[in-house]
């Protein structure tokens, strides 16, 4: 009985382990997703547009917010 229960405990850790980390693999995934669109951005943006707050620096009111999102064009 001992040796079943301890088991069963192996068990859940196991699966709460493996149910952890392909979470974090998801949000890696994302984050790295996020960082490559602002790289390839470049920093010529017009129009801009600051939402919610967070640690990312807004162009225009000069504060910290979660997301900058700006217009695209094709001409330098």
Known sequence: MRKLVFFLFLCIVV?????????HHVSFNTLLYYNVEALAAGEDLNVYRCVGSGSVDCPIIHDKVKYVFGGYSLEE
Request: positive net charge.
């Open 15 to 23: 699966l709460l382990t493996a149910k952890r980390s392909t979470n």
